[in-house]
């Protein structure tokens, strides 16, 4: 479900700029930085690679893509 909300020019104008790196729309740019806010948030400790690297697991999981994890 779809809900408008405002927020600052200037979140905006930075969001514009980030998004052209990695080809996300401006939306989906403040809604990953949300995402990792909301994790950071919830799990102080980890770090901003920690939790990216978190976020792109459970897409591949979500994506059918995953493999058994090997002791070293």
């Not at 998004?19 to 950071?40: F, L, M, N, P, Y």
Request: net charge negative; proline share 1%; aromatic share 8%.
């Amino acid at each position: 479900m779809a809900t408008a909300v405002r927020v600052s020019g200037d979140l905006v104008t930075e969001a514009k700029i980030y998004s052209k790196v990695d080809k996300r729309s401006i939306t989906g740019q403040i809604e990953h930085w949300a995402r990792i806010g909301k994790c950071a948030e919830e799990n102080p400790d980890l770090t901003y690679n920690a939790i990216k690297n978190i976020l792109i697991g459970v897409a591949e999981l979500d994506q059918g893509e995953y493999s058994e994890y090997q002791f070293g």
